[in-house]
């Protein structure tokens, strides 16, 4: 989390350019068949009152998709009719037809659909976002039966003549909160998105089991072991987010491979089937081969797009690599600290490869500058964008020797670069730096609890001078009884975490 922010961060995550986004988006079977199904569209098709196409213009346009042999047919078609209504791809007009039809409305290409081009990439991800979030209202809205279900089954309901009897149902036992429902899919989303920006294999490399991404946002990250509870919870999320997942699939959202025929079969039997049991003398290949029975997904790269842009609306931050490229260096050394090492390193490139390294060098010196809190975590991450810049930054450098601030750190990379006539720094200023370097550290940890990445941050401190804490409270920089409380806090020797605390007294009485 950057600091002053108090959002909830994602890790950064790489994205193709929006040309090659929308191309993408293009290609995704929902919306070119709902472009194609615009284009066939005459102005005064007939519809029904819902907007949706009658049997007779339903059938034509299955066969307009070429979808007559393919079964599930007639469902693709709606779906994709649908779409292009939610997008406005096509238009409704409500009108009561006069032909002795039941038509209730007719329909007509929209405006939108002259924006379905390369060349507009930007309007492409604008329609197919807007698609996306009408399929994943509908994905999150339970069955007519799921909702019937759950006051006891179908029973009851129906009427003499065989149809629903709408008085029959008590329509306040329907418990369904559409934005709880909402959640729990993007919950899902957002579980797929994480496993993608962290996967050791590369980003959105491996397919993720459905078991995982459901537990990931039910289970509680303290409990060792499923209770009965949670296992009859975590089973039937499985098998809701297979009916979701296999929904948004036609969006180009992700890939899917659904739970097995044969887990539904055991589910519908009344078993525990849609989570796995795990035998922990099973052979690796053969545990990855039974996890795979249980659905597999992972996002595409236009999918790590939609859910990013989701997030960017619910509030999250969500950073983009390369979008700091652009910025200036004082907004990069506020953000660098913050992202995980192979990323900062990817951003820092990103951003040197606009500028010459003498100009880059001097910007990024002076946007290190400055004794509030924020500052040592800045000068950390120069001289990590630092550390990629040649000898021609060396006049940069030069300049700011005697700088109390930045003396340290350009004495340390021209030192690495063998510069001659480099002034040796002197007892302040080691300790200045030992203070600044430590405090910039003990900030950026990126879990504050983890004291055993802190403690490793400290145990070395004694050992690099005989009176280190005795010298240490004396160092003039704004950071340092901070630095000695922590010292004294998490250093595993508890004589040496004694001296911390008291040196960290000594310097808060001093200033």
């Known amino acids: 989390m950057n600091p002053g922010d108090d959002r909830p961060t994602m890790p950064p995550v790489r994205l193709p350019a929006e040309v090659e986004l929308a191309r993408a988006a293009l290609a995704s079977p929902l919306l070119a068949r709902a472009v194609r199904l615009a284009q066939w569209a005459a102005p005064g098709t007939h519809v029904g009152a819902g907007g949706e196409l009658p049997a007779a213009e339903l059938r034509s346009a299955v066969a307009h998709l070429g979808l007559d042999a393919v079964e599930g047919g007639e469902e693709f078609a709606a779906d994709a009719w649908h779409f292009a209504v939610d997008t406005g791809l096509i238009e409704i007009a409500e009108a009561p037809a006069d032909d002795g039809s039941e038509a209730m409305g007719t329909a007509s290409p929209g405006e939108d659909l002259d924006l379905m081009s390369e060349d507009d990439p930007g309007g492409v991800l604008d329609l197919w976002s807007a698609g996306v979030d009408a399929v994943l209202a509908d994905a999150a809205t339970p069955t007519f039966e799921e909702l019937i279900g ?62 995982m991404v459901a537990a990931a946002s039910i289970v509680p990250e303290d409990m060792d072991e499923l209770s009965p509870e949670a296992l009859d919870e975590l089973s039937a999320a499985v098998l809701k987010l297979d009916g979701q997942f296999g929904a948004l699939a036609g969006t180009g959202l992700l890939e899917y491979q659904p739970v097995d025929d044969s887990v539904l ?91 010459t390294p003498r100009d880059a060098a001097r910007d990024l010196l002076a946007a ?36 109390g601030e930045l ?59 005989s009176e280190f804490f005795e010298r240490a409270w004396r160092t003039d920089h704004p950071a340092t ?31």
């Open 265 to 355: 079969e055991e589910a519908e039997a009344g078993s525990d089937a849609a989570v796995p049991e795990r035998d922990e003398h099973e052979e690796e290949d053969e545990d990855e081969e039974d996890l795979a029975r249980y659905g597999l997904a992972r996002l595409t790269p236009l999918g790590l797009y939609g859910v990013r842009r989701r997030m960017l609306d619910a509030g999250l931050d969500a950073p983009l690599i390369g979008e700091l490229a652009v910025r200036d260096a004082a907004t990069l050394l506020a953000v660098l600290p913050y992202r995980p090492e192979a990323a900062a390193r990817e951003e820092a490139e990103l951003w040197l490869a606009g500028r």
């Open 368 to 403: 290190a500058r400055g004794g509030d809190p924020g500052g040592p975590g800045r000068r950390l991450g120069c001289q990590l964008v630092l550390s990629f810049l040649d000898e021609r930054a060396e006049p940069a450098l030069r300049e700011v020797l005697d700088d």
């Open 150 to 211: 759950g006051l006891g089954g179908l029973g009851g309901v129906f009427g003499a003549d065989g149809e629903i009897d709408p008085g029959a149902i008590d329509v306040d036992a329907l418990e369904f909160d559409q934005e709880e429902a909402a959640g729990h899919l993007d919950a899902a989303l957002g579980s797929l998105y994480l496993f993608a920006v962290t996967d050791e294999a590369g980003q959105a490399a491996s397919m993720v089991p459905l078991p």
């Open 407 to 465: 003396g340290g750190l350009a004495r340390v990379w021209l030192a690495e670069r063998g510069a001659a006539d480099v002034p040796p720094p002197g007892e302040a200023l080691v300790f200045w730096l030992t203070i600044d370097t430590l405090a910039a550290q003990l900030a950026t940890v990126a879990v504050e609890d983890d004291a055993a990445e802190l403690r490793e941050l400290v145990s070395d401190l004694a050992g690099r001078h």
């Open 481 to 511: 009884a901070d630095v000695l409380e922590a010292v004294g806090r998490l250093h595993p020797d508890k004589r040496l975490a004694k001296q911390a605390r008291k040196a960290a007294f000594k310097s808060r009485s001093l200033r």
